[in-house]
């Protein structure tokens, strides 16, 4: 799940050390990164996966 606010994107993204984490791409500069390690070391927090269902 992906949401935009303001020139910020906010999504999950998975960098290969930190598990799937709150990543955000400011689209004014083109810069892209980590929100925080919700979920510290390698385990995931999935950011967003129950909000899939209100774009149903």
């Known amino acids: 799940m992906e949401i935009l606010v303001g020139d ?8 290969g050390s ?3 984490e709150l990543w955000a791409h400011d689209t004014s ?3 892209t990164w980590r ?5 510290s ?6 950011p967003g996966l129950y909000m899939e269902i209100l774009s149903r």
């Open 35 to 39: 929100v925080a390690d919700i979920n």
């Open 8 to 15: 910020t994107l906010y999504f999950s993204a998975n960098d």
């Open 18 to 20: 930190s598990g799937t």
């Open 41 to 46: 070391g390698t385990g995931s927090s999935y």
């Open 29 to 31: 500069n083109a810069s």
